[in-house]
């Protein structure tokens, strides 16, 4: 009796113990992980992620018997001098992962703890339960822990006595052989779910356990326990055979050829990934599957967030891909405490499902699009609200302001995820019925429309679903979905990389593998707020089966991890153009994506690689500047040329008022360039660009040709690049504080009398060549902004930067702004406002502006 009291004991104290578990302690996070995990923390159906081998740079090349072949990391990784340094980056990679390794044996201890009291109950009267249901409940779990304590053991002495000799690769060959324990475990998986979910419904006592599972926080942790569910906790064996395989990966990176840990690690990682990959063979089908009430199996192909045109408003759904439907559901609000669940808003069957024809447009909706300066100035709060909250984390009672400011971000972030996309995406009903989603690339409507149209290739049957199935189906979304939250940062692990905040250097080479010949072109994509934008497009290479374009594009990149190319096929005819501005009629003939990974593209060197898309392969080439270095102006002691010599010398030189290139460029652009979309924000071709600069620096007879010869995006880049390149900025460093001080006052009047005084103070050069800019851009560019969809905040958020920028001594002074992203969300922003509010002012003339005095006393 003794014994069965402790036990009761015991289970009182799991049942009583609760505080909100953190899934955000699995510390060590490798390339691309990502836990499986929902807004409320439950956790979904057991998945194991092979993304390492699908990433260009760690694709793992099999062998003639279907077997991976060891893997090398890119040649070049590891340079002589860098040894040391990659040595270190071993240690840091181990370090993170041992501190994972820590919080997991917790994790798994917590499964263990009930064990011994839900046991000692078995033989009483009032047992919680059964033998075999707590032996298959808690399979395997006892000796996954002996195995990772072991491991945990023998690796926390290695770290602590680091130097170039400790090897380690044997732990993790030992490591990797003894997953068989996880096979066992993963074969019982859903066994166990089943049986613990039952248990529950049947036991309250149970149930009050297995949501209450206390996890011990790390040795140096402040807080000593965290309260976890039982569902949740078995899920994390399965999460950590991903992780073991990504810190692999990360480890060969780091670790030199001639080592003596290279080969143990390259064979840990070979049996990982053979491992993984007969798992999923085995998961997938029944981690998507769904039973309906007559029996039949129905499985989840694709979900994912998309914004849908509802009764004339914008409306967030998750759309679910099925084998024979397509249903869009939204998320219901439900209590605190409570488990979420989806509302169906409507199903099409795919036997009904139809698409969009160029013919029917006449009937489409309008789309309601709001004006980009409202999608710009969103982001700029954004920026403000990010760096808001790393100031907040700093201070020493921050953290509750954190919260908040976390709230408001995912609110900013939502609602310009739910505003930006305006590519239309129409489905319909046989029967009549239309709907109409908005997607923000060309990328996401092909991948929707290639899936569905795979399934229709079936001899599919129309289905219609009783008031029960549509409940069980409807119910089963969120056991079922892969995309767990909607792609904001504020829904991001601080852990998780930001992104990239610089220029993208992208060369397209070339592409093979068109079976007939086209007129193709490549557009570029990188992801930007939760969203992809567009930013480049090659020109078309016409009738041909190898287009070889061999252009060079600069790319904004503001926290992006992703680079899209998608290949199409122009279209010529005239008559099939839709009525609608944002329906892309060229054929897609493919596309793919690549991550960023910083590591590959920050190298000072090209980097080339190839994606494969539909059996075409397109080759590029990358290199990316980041935002701190890119932000730099060189001080040059030039005076042939144009291009990084100072203003006052070109226009005395030359003897006018205005740089012979900006006026030329000017021309040009408002000659042919006016309608073009996107005109000063797509990238110019960087070949072209050069040529343009060499032939202003030379003074080439020819120019007038080749400006009329010229992509007019070249033209725009040419501009930009002449001021970017300017020794010091257009407004010049001395006024630089003054503008910033000006553009921060509040009221109108002490603005105004400000910034004209600015104006008036800055050299006459200087001047003449702003006001003509300004005319150009506000009184040409924007006036045609239905048709460029360039609108002045647009305007300012390309130029601002490239005109007030100070030059790198005047930058250094008091800098204390030390992230990308912070130098974006404080300087960046600024300079924006400031070009934006000249944008915004009635006309200025040179003469009046001299003429006037303002009642402005303050000396700049």
């Known amino acids: 009796m003794a014994v069965f009291f402790e036990a009761v004991c015991i289970i009182r104290s799991l049942i009583t113990s609760g505080s909100d578990f953190n899934y955000n302690t699995d510390g060590y996070e490798g390339d691309g992980a990502e836990d499986v995990k929902s807004q409320d923390g439950s956790e979904t159906l057991p998945y194991i992620d092979e993304s390492p081998t699908m990433s260009p740079q760690l694709c793992m090349p099999q062998g003639p018997d279907g077997e991976t072949v060891s893997p090398t990391p890119p040649e070049g990784l590891l340079p002589g001098g860098d040894i040391e340094k990659g040595l270190e980056m071993k240690k840091l990679v181990l370090s993170g992962f041992l501190a994972s390794e820590e919080i997991y044996l917790n994790q798994v201890e917590a499964l263990l703890l009930p064990i011994r009291p839900l046991k000692a109950t078995v033989p009483t009267s009032q047992p919680v339960l059964s033998m075999p249901q707590i032996e298959t409940i808690f399979y395997k779990i006892q000796d996954i822990f002996e195995i990772h304590k072991e491991f945990y053991d023998a690796l926390l002495p290695n770290i602590q006595q680091w130097d170039e000799k400790v090897t380690v690769g044997h732990l993790f060959q030992k490591l990797a052989s003894q997953l068989g324990v996880y096979k066992a475990f993963v074969d019982n998986y859903k066994v166990a779910l089943e049986t613990a979910e039952k248990c529950s419904q049947a036991n309250s006592q149970f149930q009050k356990i297995s949501e209450n599972l206390k996890v011990k926080g790390p040795k140096d942790s402040k807080d000593c326990t965290t309260t976890v569910s039982l569902e949740a906790l078995l899920y994390k064996p399965i999460d950590r055979v991903t992780r073991s395989t990504l810190v692999l990966h990360d480890l060969l990176k780091h670790t030199p050829k001639d080592h003596p840990d290279f080969p143990l690690l390259q064979d840990a990682l070979r049996i990982s990934q053979n491992f993984l990959s007969s798992i999923n063979e085995e998961i997938d089908p029944r981690r998507t599957a769904v039973t309906t009430p007559k029996g039949e199996a129905r499985q989840l192909v694709k979900d994912g967030f998309l914004v849908e045109v509802s009764e004339s408003s914008r409306k967030l759904r998750h759309v679910f891909l099925f084998t024979d439907l397509l249903l869009c559901a939204k998320l219901k609000k439900t209590a605190v405490g409570r488990h979420q669940q989806y509302e169906c808003k409507w199903y099409i069957p795919l036997a009904d499902l139809t698409f969009q024809t160029l013919d029917d447009c006449d009937t489409c909706p309008s789309i309601q699009v709001l004006p980009e300066h409202e999608i710009e100035e969103m982001k700029i709060k954004i920026s403000v609200t990010k760096s ?232 590029f080439s990358m290199k990316f500047t980041s935002r701190d270095l890119s932000l730099k102006r060189t001080p040059s002691k030039k005076q042939s040329g144009v291009f990084g010599v100072k203003i006052n010398v070109v226009t005395k030189r030359e003897r006018s008022k205005v740089p012979y290139i900006v006026r030329q460029c000017i021309e040009e652009v408002e000659k042919r360039g006016i309608d073009e979309v996107g005109i000063y924000r797509i990238s110019g071709v960087a070949t072209d660009i050069q040529a343009l600069k060499t032939a202003f620096d030379t003074n080439t007879k020819d120019i007038l040709v080749m400006l009329s010869d010229m992509d007019i995006n070249a033209i725009a880049g040419t501009l930009k690049l002449y001021f970017r390149e300017l020794p010091e900025p257009l407004l010049t460093d001395r006024l630089y504080p003054a503008f910033m001080e000006g553009i921060a006052l509040s009221d109108p009047a002490a603005k105004e009398n400000c910034m004209m005084h600015l104006l008036r103070s800055l050299p006459d050069p200087n001047l003449m060549t702003f006001l003509t800019l300004l005319e150009h851009l506000k009184r040409r560019v924007a006036e045609k902004e239905p048709i460029n969809k360039m609108s002045l905040h647009n305007l300012a958020t390309v130029f601002g930067p490239t005109l007030l920028r100070p030059s790198e001594s005047e930058s250094a002074k008091g800098q204390h702004i030390t992230s990308a992203s912070d130098i974006w969300s404080h300087d960046v922003m600024a300079q924006v406002q400031v070009l934006l509010y000249y944008l915004q002012h009635p006309p200025i003339s040179f003469a009046e502006l001299k003429r006037n005095t303002l009642y402005f006393s303050t000396d700049v």
């Open 388 to 619: 808001e909250i790393q100031k907040e984390k700093k201070a020493p009672k921050g953290q509750s302001r954190v919260e908040r400011l976390r709230k408001k971000m995912n609110e900013q972030e939502s609602w310009l995820l739910l505003h930006s996309p305006t590519i239309p995406f129409r489905i319909h009903n046989k029967h009549g019925k239309s709907f109409l989603f908005l997607l923000s690339s060309d990328y996401e409507r092909s991948e929707w429309r290639e899936s569905i149209q795979k399934l229709q290739k079936k001899d599919l049957q129309a289905c219609v679903l009783s008031s029960v199935e549509l409940q069980v189906l409807t119910s089963s979304c969120f056991k079922l979905r892969t995309v767990h939250n909607i792609p904001v940062t504020s829904n991001k692990d601080d852990e998780e990389s930001p992104g990239l905040y610089g220029f993208l250097h992208v060369i397209v080479h070339s592409a093979k593998g068109f079976k007939e010949s086209a007129n193709l072109y490549c557009t570029l994509e990188v992801d930007s707020y939760g969203y992809f934008v567009s930013k480049a497009k090659t020109r078309v290479f016409r009738d041909t089966t190898e287009p070889q374009w061999n252009e060079e594009f600069e790319i904004e990149l503001e926290g992006s991890q992703y680079l899209r190319i998608l290949c199409y096929e122009k279209c010529y005819d005239k008559s099939m153009l839709n009525k609608d501005d944002n329906e892309i009629v060229d054929k897609i003939m493919g596309k793919g994506q690549v991550q960023l990974d910083p590591q590959t593209v920050q190298s000072k060197n090209w980097h080339m690689d190839v994606i494969e898309m539909n059996g075409i392969k397109v080759e």
